[in-house]
């Protein structure tokens, strides 16, 4: 199992980016997907996911985000993405894109991927 | 919204047994589960579905979840262990951490 993050980067108050996640080494569409962050020197938070076609691709977000980042997936590619918008300096983090286990957990993690919010 | 409470940190000597505690309203109906994260790496899943280990995961970690409080045993513990370690649950829809809890192994 491998999951690559990439897009992460440098952007203003306000702005917007795009992360993808690469994923490979199991059954992409069968697998709900989840964004997890963690500030320098914090703890995780979870951001959000997005469940499989068999689920209608259901979304849900955390309350910090909600409104502002949409999580969406294309499952031929076998890439899951999340959509950062009105960006705030707090939203300055790795994100981490993690396979969704079968109890709940997170049982594949990628490297993750730097957003800083900065003027 | 939902809490989960960890100590900020907990020291063990090499060999013995290490505990990190996880506390929430009736966490012992949720399933619980425990990340592994060392310094500049991915968490890693230890513990899922309260005691549970994945494959590759040593014997020595163990868990428990029961009444307000999940656990995390080490047993043997090894400088190797020495990390941050974060529960984690659901509630209402949404996923839960709790704030860490630093392992030092000395």
């Known amino acids: 199992v491998q999951l690559v993050e990439s897009g992460g980067g440098l952007v203003q108050p306000g702005g917007s980016l795009k992360l993808s996640c690469a994923a490979s080494g199991f059954t992409f569409s069968g697998s709900g997907l989840h964004w997890v962050r963690q500030a320098s020197g914090t703890g995780l938070e979870w951001v959000g996911r997005?469940?499989?076609?068999?689920?209608?691709?259901?979304?849900a977000y955390a309350a910090s985000v909600k409104g502002r980042f949409i999580i969406s997936r294309d499952d031929s590619n076998n890439t899951a993405y999340l959509q950062l918008n009105s960006l705030k300096t707090e939203d300055t983090a790795v994100y981490y894109c993690t396979k969704g286990g079968d109890y709940g957990d997170f049982d594949f993690w990628g490297q993750g991927t730097l957003v800083t919010v900065s003027s | 919204s939902y809490d989960l409470t960890q100590p900020p940190s907990v020291s063990v000597s090499p060999g013995q047994t290490a505990s990190i505690t996880c506390s929430g309203d009736k966490l012992g109906s949720k399933y619980a589960c425990w990340y592994q994260q060392r310094p500049g790496q991915s968490p890693v899943l230890v513990i899922y579905q309260d005691k549970k280990r994945p494959s590759g995961i040593p014997e020595r970690f163990s868990g428990s979840n029961s009444g307000n409080t999940a656990t995390l045993t080490i047993s043997g513990t090894q400088t190797m262990d020495e990390a941050d370690y974060y529960c984690q649950a659901w509630d209402s829809n949404t996923v839960v951490f709790g704030g860490g809890t630093k392992l030092t192994v000395l």
């Open positions: 997005i469940r499989t076609q068999a689920n209608n691709y259901a979304t």
